[in-house]
């Protein structure tokens, strides 16, 4: 079962706009969330991230909300820049879980268009 | 300050070839993972270590070994190559902080078997 899901695949907006992510999980014991990017040819860089017990974390343009009760997590990118085009991947971890592993979603490409 | 280092970038098979795909990292991580993406699933976790010495089954092991002989090592192995495992392999390394589990990635190993 897919315990973390990206249901867009792609999304586009245009330069300067909102960009929102959206990613929804299943797993009531996850207690930790992450968003990365990731551009064609390269790894997965880390984003930001996000503890149960907040429900908004901010850095620069990049903020993610968490709510828990709809268990729904979101990435929001203001102002959109074209050096964001990329594929953008949601996970979590459970403090308890062996290794702290990480369940990722599917990702969703973010176009940015000038 | 290399981080995670993936050998090698490419590689075509033919089924029932074998190889040992390496990861290495220098940033004294204790935790170590071995991923594998295709179109439209995410990031699926083969195996990982815990620390040198440990290995672990992931979400997807079958066909897959592993061997941390070494803490900045992290070896994956495939015995006898199908078809199936044609992907994009992605090593990420991670300290062991339970609360707060980022992995570095490195940029990944692009396989072909035919």
């Known amino acids: 079962d897919q315990q973390v899901k990206q249901n867009s695949p792609s999304l586009s907006v245009q330069e300067g706009r909102i960009s929102i992510l959206n990613c929804d999980y299943t797993?009531?014991?996850?207690?930790?969330f992450l968003w990365y990017k990731k551009y064609p040819a390269e790894g997965p860089t880390f984003l930001i991230s996000?503890?149960?017990?907040?429900d908004k974390n901010e850095d620069g343009r990049f903020t993610v909300f968490l709510n828990k009760s709809a268990k729904h997590l979101s990435l929001h990118i203001v102002p959109s820049q074209p050096g964001d085009s990329a594929v953008y991947f949601c996970?979590?971890?459970?403090?308890?879980?062996?290794?702290?592993?990480?369940?990722f979603g599917e990702g969703t490409q973010l176009t940015v268009n000038p | 300050n290399a981080g995670v280092t993936q050998t090698p970038k490419f590689r075509v098979l033919k089924t029932g070839q074998s190889m040992t795909l390496l990861c290495a990292q220098d940033?004294?991580?204790?935790?170590m993972y071995w991923y594998r993406q295709d179109p439209g699933m995410g990031l699926r976790l083969i195996h990982y270590?815990?620390?040198?010495?440990?290995?672990a089954k992931g979400e997807v092991p079958d066909g897959y070994n592993v061997s941390r002989l070494k803490k900045q090592n992290f070896l994956l192995g495939l015995e006898s190559a199908a078809p199936s495992q044609t992907s994009v392999y992605f090593c990420?390394?991670?300290?062991?902080?339970?609360?707060?589990?980022?992995?570095?990635f490195g940029a990944g190993t692009r396989l072909s078997v035919l």
């Open positions: 797993n009531s014991m996850f207690d930790y």
């Open positions: 270590s815990v620390g040198e010495g440990t290995t």
């Open positions: 996000i503890s149960s017990i907040k």
């Open positions: 990420a390394s991670s300290n062991r902080v339970a609360a707060k589990n980022i992995q570095y």
């Open positions: 940033m004294n991580h204790e935790y």
């Open positions: 996970a979590a971890s459970a403090r308890e879980t062996s290794g702290s592993r990480l369940t």
